[in-house]
């Protein structure tokens, strides 16, 4: 060492001082280190994501919704009820909803489908309007099992999706076989009871109602629906949770173009028939394909 006057004070210069300041490594790597007396910080623990379970698939059906994305599905682009996007999975179920607001639409299977029995699981929010397309266009006309979960609406029965000559709707079983669409009658001359809703009417705590949906149906919960759907003049068969709700025969056949066979379809219905922030849950939605001269 040697001394060195600098600026007319003294200090001492050891050569080779910057080799302590390199100790720390050379690769000009940094290691985090906590201060005396801490703990290092950790990362958050993830949870791991939870399997939905296994849908119910009854014997001899097979599933047409994999539980995990749309395949074998698609949204129709020229529905009279809108092309809402809003068909998603989640969760192992498909979920539909009006988007934007008012604008509803049906979901597709890519295959077409003769005589069938469908089974479905779902779970809606009151106040919207789906239905069960069968024999349908790509456009959605077609024979449709009402799902229509609103007030005034009726679960089961069969309407013609801009269909001709559909007879009734056959909400009771034996209600509509063979019978031609007739003039509904005059309104009461007091206003109707409140709909009912799994047995309750809403807005009321007393029983009412005797649609046999209604004694079926389990309110805010998940609802088993079974369609026997045969022959070249449709004969329809509804169940509700292993309730029969609906047995209907058609006068004729009254499918688009007269055809025997067509694809299978879900409904979010457009316009005012819907609440904000609702939604539609299917979550198993199997087919067994029966003989082409099924009764």
């Given at each position: 060492?040697?001394?060195?006057?600098?600026?007319?004070?003294?200090?001492?210069?050891?050569?080779?001082?910057?080799?302590?300041?390199?100790?720390?490594?050379?690769?000009?790597?940094?290691?985090?280190?906590?201060?005396?007396?801490?703990?290092?910080?950790?990362?958050p623990?993830?949870?791991?994501?939870?399997?939905?379970?296994?849908?119910?698939?009854?014997?001899?059906?097979?599933a047409?919704?994999?539980?995990?994305?749309?395949t074998?599905?698609?949204?129709?682009?020229?529905?009279?009820?809108?092309?809402?996007?809003?068909?998603?999975?989640?969760?192992g179920?498909?979920?539909?909803?009006?988007?934007?607001?008012?604008?509803?639409?049906?979901?597709?299977?890519?295959?077409?489908?003769?005589?069938?029995?469908?089974?479905?699981?779902?779970?809606?929010?009151?106040?919207?309007?789906?239905g069960?397309?069968?024999?349908?266009?790509?456009?959605?006309?077609?024979y449709?099992?009402?799902?229509?979960?609103?007030?005034g609406?009726?679960?089961?029965?069969?309407?013609?999706?801009?269909?001709?000559?559909?007879?009734?709707?056959?909400?009771?079983?034996?209600?509509?076989?063979?019978?031609?669409?007739?003039?509904?009658?005059?309104?009461?001359?007091?206003?109707?009871?409140?709909?009912?809703?799994?047995?309750?009417?809403?807005?009321?705590?007393?029983?009412?109602?005797?649609?046999a949906?209604?004694?079926?149906?389990?309110?805010?919960?998940?609802?088993?629906?079974?369609?026997?759907?045969?022959?070249?003049?449709?004969?329809?068969?509804?169940?509700?949770?292993?309730?029969?709700?609906?047995?209907?025969?058609?006068?004729a056949?009254?499918?688009?173009?007269?055809?025997?066979?067509?694809?299978?379809?879900?409904?979010?219905?457009?316009?005012?028939?819907?609440?904000?922030?609702?939604?539609?849950?299917?979550?198993?939605?199997?087919?067994?394909?029966?003989?082409?001269?099924?009764?």
């Amino acid at each position: 060492m040697r001394r060195i006057d600098f600026f007319g004070g003294p200090m001492v210069a050891a050569v080779g001082v910057c080799i302590a300041a390199l100790s720390a490594g050379t690769s000009g790597r940094q290691v985090a280190t906590a201060p005396a007396g801490q703990v290092a910080a950790q990362p958050p623990a993830v949870p791991k994501p939870i399997e939905p379970p296994s849908p119910f698939v009854p014997e001899g059906f097979t599933a047409i919704f994999n539980g995990r994305d749309l395949t074998g599905w698609h949204i129709s682009t020229t529905n009279h009820h809108g092309t809402t996007p809003a068909y998603r999975v989640l969760h192992g179920m498909i979920v539909g909803t009006q988007n934007p607001l008012g604008q509803g639409g049906i979901l597709l299977t890519d295959r077409k489908y003769r005589n069938l029995e469908l089974y479905v699981e779902v779970k809606p929010d009151y106040g919207c309007d789906s239905g069960l397309f069968l024999r349908s266009s790509e456009g959605g006309e077609a024979y449709q099992v009402t799902m229509d979960y609103l007030p005034g609406g009726g679960m089961g029965g069969i309407y013609g999706e801009r269909l001709t000559g559909v007879g009734g709707r056959g909400n009771a079983p034996g209600a509509g076989r063979g019978a031609a669409a007739t003039t509904p009658p005059a309104p009461p001359a007091t206003p109707p009871p409140p709909p009912v809703v799994g047995g309750i009417p809403l807005g009321s705590t007393t029983s009412q109602g005797t649609a046999a949906w209604m004694k079926a149906w389990k309110r805010e919960d998940w609802n088993a629906v079974r369609v026997r759907f045969v022959g070249e003049v449709p004969h329809i068969t509804v169940w509700i949770n292993d309730q029969q709700i609906t047995d209907f025969t058609d006068t004729a056949n009254h499918a688009a173009g007269g055809i025997t066979e067509g694809p299978i379809a879900i409904q979010v219905h457009g316009g005012n028939r819907w609440v904000p922030g609702g939604l539609w849950r299917w979550r198993t939605i199997a087919v067994k394909e029966l003989p082409a001269d099924a009764k």
